[in-house]
């Protein structure tokens, strides 16, 4: 699954359209799509100091009796996580760290070491060969999105694209939250609302890898 992706894209910034409405010297300030997307970004981040109280939990989320805390960074909130060190392997691999040390925000979908244990184990050495390493980029940044999502804004039924370009589909029933390629079965969120400084991160129960087209 040569290198497709060298840097996660950011959320799209660009400036407002001035479109001239008569011969006076008069503008129209037009909202695009793009500024729609970079004002929902400005506010996701202006708004992460406070999602931790917003979860009842400004002391952090624990995750394996650490606290995962707002004043961290996504990378150093995982490091810190024992269930997650496989992920945190094939992210310094595949030279993804210092990007999910940016500024975001982000969504992460962390599949635990047990999920990765369900698959193959073929299929998770042929993923650190190092010529795979775009298939590796490829399926990392399809557990990550360019924003931040809340357990409670997802959706029964939603899809989001993710970083990858392809889409997550996601089921909400009983309060449970899923997410899957579409196809095949989905990971269920174990934990979720991990806050960290640069955006969110959910604990999941398997690896979601995109469809061959």
Known sequence: MTNLLRTLPAVALSALLLTSCS???????????DAAAAAKATADSANAPVDAARMAKPEGVMVDGVAMTGDKDIVDNAAAAKSVSTLVSLVKQAGLVETLKGAG????FAPTNAAFEKLPKAAVAA??????AAKLKGVLTYHVIAGRILAADIKDGQ????????KLHFTV???????????????????ADVISKNGVTHVIDGVILPLDK
């Open 159 to 166: 899809e989001v694209t993710t970083v990858n370009g392809e």
């Open 105 to 108: 925000p982000f969504t992460v």
């Open 127 to 132: 993923l650190t060969e190092p010529a795979n």
């Open 23 to 33: 011969s006076e010297t008069k503008t129209t300030t037009t909202t695009t799509p």
């Open 173 to 191: 029933k009983a309060g449970k939250v899923t997410v899957s390629n579409g196809k095949n079965a989905p990971a269920t969120v174990q934990i």
